[in-house]
């Protein structure tokens, strides 16, 4: 059965498919088969941006596909190792079945309150169908101060924070453009940030699927 992780969020904008695509390609990079679940039918930007790496010819090559349904999505996860949800921007019933059967929810959030008040508000929520859920800052820009509040407001929700971030840059965007992740970017510094952030979510995932075993395991 495969592993399941998502990437959910109350709005766009926030990096939730930036986030997806990092964490498919570093897995995909250790010779695990990924797909990407693509629930936004009305954007479909994740297989767009598939299309452009596959003209491109990067590897790892990664598989991505559209879904109208969260069960025709796990149906197709039989034949991969890890499923990577990139939902739709809402809190609908899709997005908490997504959750239901996720091993590890993350949902980003931009430094701003317009961001960080839905953020928490759709935590709280899908907190009900999840076992794992952490909060991630996403799009951060250069100030200290704004980054320090933005982890004080989520700091005082009862819910986990990683304690790492993705910055806002223009070279993230155009590795984006260039159907890239944010390890691949044509900047060292950028690619290393994205790699930290990266390996913060998959050591997150392997804690949560260790915890699920030892439940299981009674």
Not at 180 to 193: C, D, F, G, K
Not at 195 to 206: E, M, P, V
Request: glycine share 6%; net charge negative; aromatic share 4%.
């Amino acid at each position: 059965m495969a592993l399941v992780i998502s990437l959910l969020a109350q709005k766009g904008g926030v990096g939730k498919s930036t986030l997806a695509r990092l964490v498919a390609r570093e897995y995909a990079a250790n010779n695990w088969t990924v797909k990407i679940a693509d629930m936004d039918l009305g954007q479909g930007t994740a297989y767009a941006w598939h299309q452009r790496r596959l003209q491109a010819g990067t590897m790892p090559v990664l598989s991505v596909e559209q879904f109208g349904s969260v069960k025709s999505a796990l149906k197709a996860s039989e034949a991969v190792d890890l499923l990577v949800f990139d939902g739709a921007p809402a809190a609908d019933r899709q997005t908490r079945q997504i959750a239901e059967h996720s091993d590890l929810v993350v949902i980003p959030s931009g430094v701003a309150l317009d961001d960080l008040e839905p953020t928490v508000r759709l935590a709280n929520v899908l907190q009900q169908h999840c076992n794992h859920l952490s909060l991630c800052l996403s799009r951060v820009g250069t100030s200290t101060p704004e980054l320090n509040e933005a982890r004080g407001y989520l700091g005082a929700t009862p819910h986990h924070v990683l304690d790492c971030h993705l910055l806002e840059k223009t070279g993230y965007r155009r590795a984006s453009d260039a159907g890239r992740t944010a390890t691949e970017t044509a900047y060292q510094s950028l690619n290393l940030r994205a790699d930290f952030l990266a390996q913060t979510i998959i050591d997150r995932l392997s804690e949560t699927t260790l915890t699920n075993s030892e439940v299981a395991n009674g």
